[in-house]
């Protein structure tokens, strides 16, 4: 959440500043921001929910349970030792390991380094090998290419500094990259001046630089380049220091869980566990309807294009309404999107389940149409990957007539929706005045009865 937050902030301040970055940098601010608000919603839904004690209740009556057996207790009896070894190696390079990826890696100019691997292996192998030297500058050519259609180096600049300034500050100094070391050394330890020449001098800040450079490759210029000795060091350091630290800590961890999954599933095999799904294509099931996010607070199960000009917002990049979708919203001008109340509805919320990389999947009703695309989960149970509250837990898609709207009326594309077949509901028409029947005859009596 830090680093992250330091990062957007940076961001913001650029593209607010000019038109050009803003398009630049819009989805890649988007994409830091995304997990940086659910690490925030998940912290805090851990701490409401209590999910530590309600998991700790359940190891604690796993345990209990093994340990009244004495095959089980053989058999499952060093699961907590295991997982507590485990995560206590960990823990002495989670912060590292963090920092590493979030913050060295979180440099445009230090992962652009990346892409220059190839090149260097086949100059140390043969300088003088022209075609396996013109096959790697072809190869670098290609990977940088879209690099710098979305790059301002006067951003990335105070990014970077920031980002080592952080590493520097937080992370224990037995962890840091060796480039630090030269931030010490050269720049008395002020990673701002340190940017300021890797970006003032280096082949991976400066398109034309770059493209000198592969012109006539040296490895002596590029071990020689301090963009590039910066990206080679946070690189090594995390091959070879800090990655195999945290996956020799993950054996433990790993067999630990396999045990704690079998005892759990043998405590109880009726009940129907969660499957590992990962790398996988996934169905989950749910129904769509309304929450209480927390007392006195009630949640309906859908959204209103009324809630759009009401959270209207000139001065917020996420809530400007497009002056064309204002005019059609106030007019009320949804056309046949409209529901059986003649509602435009935005969004709407079930209780399926949804996590890191479902944005965007489809949602299909009973009858195999396609109503909706999941984009979120909601703020209160965010913690939902480590705890699953079905009370709270609840998905957020946008409503398929909602999307059709917005393609047919403000895009002005209605030759893509006339491609599609629909089902959608009609608007509810006014009664019409109806002549009453005639009264009914009643029937005659039989003879002679009474």
């Not at 840091?176 to 300021?196: C, E």
């Not at 704690?260 to 109880?268: D, I, N």
């Not at 489809?362 to 149970?381: C, H, Q, R, S």
Request: aromatic content about 8%; glycine content about 6%.
């Amino acid at each position: 959440m830090k680093i992250r937050g330091k990062k957007l902030e940076l961001m913001k301040q650029d593209m607010d500043a000019s038109d050009q970055v803003r398009i630049q940098y819009a989805s890649k601010y988007a994409q830091v921001s995304n997990y940086w608000k659910y690490f925030i919603g998940q912290q805090r839904g851990l701490k409401r929910l209590r999910v530590y004690d309600k998991k700790k209740a359940q190891e604690e009556a796993l345990m209990a349970w093994v340990s009244a057996d004495a095959k089980r207790k053989q058999q499952y009896g060093e699961v907590v030792n295991l997982l507590q070894r485990g995560y206590t190696e960990r823990a002495k390079f989670e912060k590292a390991s963090t920092y590493m990826q979030e913050a060295a890696f979180g440099s445009e100019t230090i992962t652009l380094g990346f892409r220059l691997l190839g090149l260097k292996a086949a100059l140390e192998a043969d300088a003088k090998d022209a075609a396996k030297i013109s096959a790697a500058v072809a190869q670098t050519q290609a990977m940088t290419e879209e690099h710098w259609k979305d790059f301002n180096a006067a951003t990335d600049e105070k990014i970077t500094a920031a980002m080592f300034e952080l590493i520097r500050n937080d992370v224990e100094r037995d962890l840091q990259p060796s480039v630090m070391a030269t931030i010490d050394k050269k720049f008395k330890g002020n990673t701002a001046a340190w940017a300021k020449s890797v970006f003032a001098t280096s082949i991976l800040t400066d398109r034309k630089r770059l493209d000198a450079f592969l012109a006539k490759p040296s490895l002596k210029a590029l071990q020689k380049d301090l963009g590039w000795q910066a990206s080679e060091s946070c690189l090594n350091h995390w091959r070879n220091i800090i990655g195999p630290a945290v996956g020799a800590s993950e054996a433990d961890t790993e067999k630990g869980y396999r045990l704690m999954v079998a005892a759990m599933r043998e405590m109880e095999p009726n009940k129907s566990w969660y499957p590992n799904a990962n790398s996988t294509m996934r169905l989950t099931y749910g129904t769509v309807g309304s929450y209480v996010p927390m007392d006195g607070a009630f949640y309906h199960h859908v959204t209103t294009a009324k809630g759009i000009l009401e959270k209207e917002d000139p001065t917020n990049d996420e809530f400007i309404v497009p002056a064309k979708q204002k005019e059609l919203l106030v007019k009320k001008d949804y056309g046949r999107f409209a529901d059986e109340n003649g509602e435009l509805i935005v969004c709407f919320i079930s209780n399926n389940d949804i996590t890191g990389g479902n944005s965007g999947s489809p949602v299909i009703n009973g009858n195999g149409e396609l109503i909706g695309i999941a984009f979120d989960g909601n703020w209160e149970a965010m913690s939902g990957d480590i705890a699953f509250e079905p009370e709270l837990q609840r998905t957020i898609s946008v409503d398929i007539r909602y999307v059709l709207w917005c393609i047919e009326k403000v895009g002005g594309a209605k030759h893509l929706v006339d491609e599609m077949t629909s089902v959608m509901a009609k608007p509810k028409e006014e009664p019409k005045a109806e002549i009453p029947p005639p009264a009914p005859v009643p029937a005659k009596k039989p003879a002679g009865k009474k």
